[in-house]
């Protein structure tokens, strides 16, 4: 069985008696319902629980063109079609609601302190797509579709249970709720956010110091935010490819940045709302209780001139929610019978849109294992032992990146010379992806997908990539010499810089290795380039992305719909 598609799995739902589940999942969000939907569509007996109900706020609404294909990814491994539909604007607007905006580009701008932007320092990114299209996700929509798919499938449900205890047990697992309430399982995973019953129980949280980026953060939904392109006083000469409001913007501080996550920047969205942020150090700006969130959202607005105009007219929908220091991570995210998953397990910072695609990446590695536990009866820790190792490598490198991000606000060159380091995995990481989901589209066989679990670096951005590797911990070493005030932001960003230009693994075809490229918008004719360059001059270690053969050296054949799939 190891080898097989769990789509032609045998059925292993429990014939226990009732509230006895093969899989107790605690939260119903998109991780907990995404999970729920796979298991039971495999005839696993699953029992959802949470403390919530739906459809409910939630934040988290950019997409990356990488969670998108490991949705699209789940969705044709185990046969949950409803997960594709989060992988287009169309798929929402027709499946789900028309609620959700469009996703064209990352855009960053960097602001101080009474002053107007300079547009000599304006970034914007947008992968190349020829099918999927990120968006913004309007999270009480599309989380309530995925909890309704999950349903479908045979998850039972308890909404607005509240955790009281949880028995971890040798032979099972038990919940136990407010009078006694009693639900016994083979196995639990707690998804269920920073509150997670599970790490709170078994005291998992890392201390703070564990964690080396530091922020607090307040958001909401408005309505009357202006677009980003109305609020700067700047030429059309420095007008990016992408108007800035089909995109999700950054608006970048010292220390800090304000989101604007528009969902009615679509001809289709019937929703006039948009989400915004304001996520900073709290070391360098702590939390004054004497001000409400929205007075302290203005007052920084009112900082940067242009900022100040994007919320001018603005007016709030629902409550404030803002919080002290937000990261949290665990030492440990699985044990006999149980797992941390996604947010439960660890969180950083919104920067860089990485939830979503966390969360599908662990969903992606724990689905399998656990169809394989269930089947095998055997719970034994170790077999879940890279759930743990992937888990926490995305804590460390998201913590490391944003970290040396906040660093880099300061200066442009240093942010310049940042931004291109992460910019240099977003298409390695998709063609990679794309390389092993077409050998699985032409053979059908699982292995080929749980082989690509196999690289050195779990987590890292490129993580089968030494020249990317020596490439991130240079960044990381000289943003924190800047940090340690050993040397100045100015000095470093230009020293980064040069290492940047200088590096293979930075696909100079996208404009990355030109520090003055303020757009990075590849066309055919860049990425048939850089398909030439990576067949037959680029670094070893990246020719597999093009080349017809994995790194391992297995063969790559069969065709897929993949966007990103290199002309010959």
Known sequence: MHGQHPGSRASLRSAAPPRRHDVIILGSGIAGSTLGAILAKQGVSVLLLDGGTHPRFAVGESTTLYTLKVFRLLARRYGVPELESLTSYEGIHDDIAPTSGTKRHFGFIRHEEGKEPDPAEFLQFSPPSKALQTGHLFRQDTDAYLFHAAVRYGCDVRQAFHVEDVELAGDHVAVIGKGGERHEGRYLVDASGFRSPLAGQLGLRKAPGALKHHSRSMFTHMLGVRPTDECLRVGPEDAPPIPWVEGTMHHLFDRGWFWSIPFNNAPGSKNPLVSVGLTLDERMYPKDEAVTPEEEFRSFAARFPAVERLFADA?????WVSAGRIQYASDK?????????????GFIDPLYSRGLTNTGEVVNSLAWRLLDALAEDDFDEERFRYVDELQQGLIRYNDELVNCSFISFQDHS??????????????????????????????????????MEQAAHPGLPVPGSEGYKALFDEMVRVCEAVDRGERTAADA????????????????????????????????????????????????????????????????????????????
């Open 414 to 451: 240093l942010w310049n010379a940042v931004y291109r380091i992460w910019c240099a995995a977003e298409v390695p990481i998709n063609l990679r992806f794309d390389r092993f989901t077409e050998r699985f589209a032409a053979s059908g066989d699982d292995g080929v997908l749980r082989a």
């Open 493 to 568: 960003g230009g020293e980064l810089l040069g290492t940047v230009v200088k590096t293979p693994v930075v696909l100079d075809h996208l404009g990355l290795r030109d520090p003055g490229r303020r757009f990075v918008y590849p066309m055919p004719d860049d990425l048939r380039r850089m398909a030439n360059w990576l067949r037959h001059e680029g670094p070893e270690e990246l020719s597999y992305l093009v080349n017809g053969v994995d790194v391992h050296g297995a063969p790559l054949t069969g065709q897929t719909d993949d966007e990103m799939a290199l002309p010959h």
């Open 333 to 345: 995210t699985v044990g006999h019978r149980w797992c941390l998953m996604s947010h439960a397990a």
């Open 315 to 319: 007016r709030t929908v629902r409550p």
